[in-house]
């Protein structure tokens, strides 16, 4: 059984930093894209990074410069760590995995997800 398990969130004052783990068992993830999306209440689930089997990473704009995605195929782990967060951070965050080697943007292109772990950024 394929299961993506979140770790690393919580509360944070503006303009900290937090490190969002994701750790897949059931299955390796070398050769798949990986990602993060996040969803605040009220709101639909968005995209925020993405990294292919190789490395190369996206982003969304919101994040450009502030998040960074890694992931370490030995520990079938991806990361995201996030810098000077903002208040507009605060959201549900999910890791997911995709069934191909290529990036993507959309939650239709995954296949994997996680329950989910809050990051909260206070003013």
């Known amino acids: 059984q394929v299961q993506l398990v979140e770790s690393g969130g919580g509360l944070v004052q503006a303009g900290g930093s937090l490190r969002l783990s994701c750790a897949a068992s059931?299955?390796?993830?070398?050769?798949?894209?990986m990602g993060w999306f996040r969803q605040a209440p009220g709101k639909e689930r968005e995209f925020v990074a993405a990294i292919s089997w190789v490395g190369r990473s996206t982003y969304a704009d919101s994040v450009k410069g502030r998040f960074a995605i890694s992931r370490d195929n030995a520990k079938n782990t991806v990361y995201l760590q996030m810098n000077t967060l903002k208040p507009e951070d605060t959201a549900v965050y999910y890791c997911?995995?995709?069934?191909?080697?290529?990036?993507?943007?959309?939650?239709?292109?995954?296949?994997?997800w996680g329950q989910g772990t809050q990051v909260t950024v206070s003013s």
């Open positions: 059931g299955r390796t993830f070398r050769n798949n894209a």
């Open positions: 997911a995995a995709r069934g191909r080697t290529l990036l993507g943007s959309r939650p239709s292109e995954f296949d994997y």
